[in-house]
């Protein structure tokens, strides 16, 4: 397997070209300026610089599944830009479990190892891919989708470039079962009883 090092110095040069991407893909608003001043209405270099990514550097792989984001939330400068970025660190045998991103589509780039990916269209179509070191996927907007590291030996690693600011996340587990949805009416919409949907709940509850 490649270096980490190695891995992240060619991710460095696909960040230009994704941002050429999403910015024809653009979801968000446009402005009628150069960018968005932050609250306070002074900016330098620093306020257009996010640093959150300097911990994948020479760093190790995760114990579980983890994302680290680069949106709104995290990095202000781009407000109004219409692009955001988020490294997909995946453990062996883990996954990204089923979810939406109800601004934006997401096009996700394969670092290193293999992923198995997939979404489902609005006529409950499935559409899915195994991807290798260097392959690209593109989830359309909206709909609901997934990735899983297969390799029960080595990590994978990937980016993922989105055509929002604040693309959004709504996780099918958590939504479902986190909420406080009533259990029976879970159970009547999964045909299942009430006893599969509480240890359900309870399983993801217990979850960090």
């Given amino acids: 397997m490649a270096s980490r090092t190695s891995t992240l110095r060619f991710f460095s040069l696909l960040i230009s070209s994704f941002a050429i991407v999403q910015m024809a893909m653009a979801g968000d608003p446009d402005i009628i300026s150069d960018f968005l001043l932050p609250a306070n209405g002074t900016v330098d270099a620093n306020f257009f610089t996010?640093?959150?990514?300097?911990?994948?550097?020479?760093?190790?792989p995760p114990s579980a599944f983890k994302v680290l984001k680069a949106t709104l939330a995290e990095f202000p400068a781009l407000n109004g830009q219409s692009v955001s970025?988020?490294?997909?660190?995946?453990?062996?045998?883990?996954?990204?479990?089923?979810?939406?991103?109800?601004?934006?589509?997401?096009?996700?780039?394969?670092?290193?190892?293999?992923l198995e990916v997939g979404f489902i269209d609005t006529k409950n179509n499935?559409?899915?891919?195994?991807?290798?070191?260097?392959?690209?996927?593109?989830?359309?907007?909206?709909?609901?989708h997934f990735q899983y590291n297969a390799d029960a030996q080595n990590p994978a690693l990937a980016v993922s470039a989105f055509g929002s600011a604040n693309a959004g996340t709504v996780s099918l587990p958590n939504t479902?079962?986190?909420?406080?949805?009533?259990?029976?009416?879970?159970?009547?919409?999964?045909?299942?009883?009430?006893?599969?949907?509480?240890?359900?709940k309870a399983g993801l509850a217990s979850k960090p």
């Fill in 50 to 60: 996010y640093t959150g990514f300097r911990v994948l550097v020479g760093g190790y």
């Fill in 85 to 114: 970025y988020a490294v997909l660190e995946f453990p062996s045998s883990t996954t990204n479990p089923p979810h939406t991103h109800p601004r934006s589509a997401e096009l996700l780039f394969l670092i290193d190892g293999t």
């Fill in 126 to 144: 499935l559409f899915t891919q195994t991807l290798q070191a260097g392959d690209l996927f593109v989830f359309p907007k909206g709909l609901v």
């Fill in 176 to 200: 479902l079962f986190t909420t406080g949805i009533e259990d029976n009416v879970l159970a009547i919409s999964f045909k299942t009883d009430v006893a599969t949907i509480q240890k359900l």
